[in-house]
């Protein structure tokens, strides 16, 4: 079946510092792939998506590829904020029957002035 | 004013109870879910509907149950809690993109549901 595996947390970084979130999947054909932001006590926003093979999704400052070859879609940033403490999610849309979103298990990410 | 809203945010309850949790859109769209969050589980997927005359069992139904009242309207029902159905709930919205087809899902603040 399909599954989305994200690297373990917590993470925490000083700011300023770069970040990456390993994420990788497995799943039948090409599906979209996407990375969701939960900030504390809130639910979940939409940080970036990409719908095929090399594309780049970008927001805020993130940046993450569809990397076939390697089934990944990690998450990166070159500066962190405090501001961007929060949990994020690695997500993609099974194509297969009906489209549903698979999630990582999510990785905390704290920021220190 | 939010897209996707969830009524109660908080609700303490004990076992045996039934409870329902409300979703509403404005967002238009056909498509709905309802998930649970578990801490270091991610979301897993309850029960989806793609129109008002259609609903799905997701990955984790037992337990559960769903009606779709109306196009903007989602509701999620505990007959009887129990304390391992403690967890937050979130509802989401979608539609395919006309452009590229990519169903891209929005999701409502949660609640928070204890069971006691």
């Known amino acids: 079946g399909n599954s989305v595996t994200q690297m373990e947390g917590p993470v925490t970084l000083s700011e300023e510092a770069f970040l990456t979130i390993n994420c990788t999947y497995t799943a039948t054909g090409y599906p979209s792939l996407f990375w969701y932001v939960q900030y504390p006590g809130e639910g979940l926003q939409l940080l970036l998506k990409a719908t095929k093979a090399d594309d780049k999704g970008s927001n805020k400052g993130f940046e993450a590829t569809y990397r076939k070859e390697t089934t990944s879609f990690h998450l990166e940033k070159g500066s962190v904020q405090v501001s961007d403490s929060a949990v994020y999610f690695c997500a993609l849309l099974q194509i297969q029957g009906a489209q549903k979103l698979v999630f990582g298990q999510g990785t905390r990410l704290t920021i220190n002035p | 004013d939010a897209d996707v809203t969830q009524t109660p945010r908080n609700r303490i309850t004990k076992t045996g109870k039934r409870i329902m949790l409300e979703c509403s859109q404005t967002?238009?769209?056909?498509?709905m879910y309802w998930y649970r969050q578990d801490p270091g589980l991610g979301l897993r997927l309850i029960y989806y509907?793609?129109?008002?005359?259609?609903?799905n069992k997701g990955e984790i139904s037992d337990g559960y149950s769903v009606s779709r009242q109306a196009q903007a309207k989602f509701s999620l029902s505990l007959e009887s809690a129990i304390p391992n159905q403690t967890a937050l709930y979130f509802c989401?919205?979608?539609?395919?993109?006309?452009?590229?087809?990519?169903?891209?899902?929005?999701f409502g603040p949660g609640t928070r549901l204890t069971v006691l």
């Open positions: 509907s793609f129109d008002v005359k259609d609903i």
């Open positions: 967002k238009g769209h056909d498509r």
């Open positions: 989401a919205t979608s539609d395919p993109s006309p452009i590229d087809g990519t169903d891209t899902q929005y």
